[in-house]
Structure formats: structure tokens, C-alpha cells
């Protein structure tokens, strides 16, 4: 399972960036961006307060 954002929907708040345990988001060109290190904790996914966030399958 993989983190995607929702670029209509993402108000580029930055807590997801903030609330992530493991550093695996970071803000590019306005936009949170997810690695490897993340663990699908779901904390960003909970956070996000315009439901921008998703766990979807495949990488």
C-alpha cells in the first residue's frame, strides 16, 4: 500500500509533513510527496483536513 495525494483536493497545509512519525513526506512544488520510509501509519491520512489523503495499492 502506497500514500497518494489528491492534488485537487490538497490545500498544501503541510501537516501531513508535520504529523509524519518517519520524515517520509516533504513539501514539493506545493505539494506533499511520499517515500519509501513511510510505514502506513495512516497519521497523515487522519490529519488531513480536506481528505486529499489515500492508501491505495502498488507503488
Avoid at 513526506?25 to 510527496?33: F, I, R, T
Avoid at 511520499?34 to 491505495?56: R, Y
Wanted: charged share 25%.
Amino acid at each position: 500500500m502506497v500514500v497518494k495525494i489528491d492534488k485537487k483536493k490538497c490545500i498544501s497545509c503541510a501537516g501531513c509533513v508535520a504529523v509524519c512519525p518517519v520524515q517520509a513526506l516533504e513539501l514539493k512544488d506545493k505539494y506533499p510527496v511520499c517515500d519509501e520510509k513511510c510505514i502506513n501509519c495512516l497519521s497523515c491520512i487522519k490529519f488531513c483536513p480536506v481528505a486529499a489523503i489515500n492508501l491505495v495499492k502498488g507503488r
